[in-house]
Nanobody, 115 residues
Framework: QVQLVESGGGLAQAGGSLRLSCAAS????????VAWFRQSPGKQREFVAV???????NYADSVKGRFTITRDNHKNTAYLQIDSLKPEDTAVYFC?????????WGQGTQVTVSS
């Protein structure tokens, strides 16, 4: 059974940090790219960051320099380190794993940043 489980969200103050985790099971994790998306109330889901199977990364312009995506293939887990939190980072953060003719989503983890 395929599962992506996000964790690490919560309430944080502006300027603080959070580390989100995405634990995969039942997938070919090491062969797939993993991305993070986020969705704020009333807005469309937006791309945040991606890491390829080989470890190449790309970020949305809005988060460059503050967010870092990494992966640990031994643990089948991807991470999103969020530093210098801003109130506009408040959203549900979703993990996405994508390979050839396959794509999986997690259920999301809420991040709320207070000013």
């Amino acid at each position: 059974q395929v599962q992506l489980v996000e964790s690490g969200g919560g309430l944080a103050q502006a300027g603080g940090s959070l580390r989100l985790s995405c634990a995969a099971s039942g997938t070919t994790f090491s062969d797939d790219a993993v991305a993070w998306f986020r969705q704020s109330p009333g807005k469309q889901r937006e791309f945040v960051a991606v890491i390829s199977a080989l470890g190449y990364t790309n970020y949305a312009d809005s988060v460059k320099g503050r967010f870092t995506i990494t992966r640990d293939n031994h643990k089948n887990t991807a991470y999103l380190q969020i530093d210098s939190l801003k109130p506009e980072d408040t959203a549900v953060y979703f993990c996405n794993e994508r390979g050839f003719k396959r794509e999986y989503w997690g259920q999301g983890t809420q991040v709320t940043v207070s000013s």
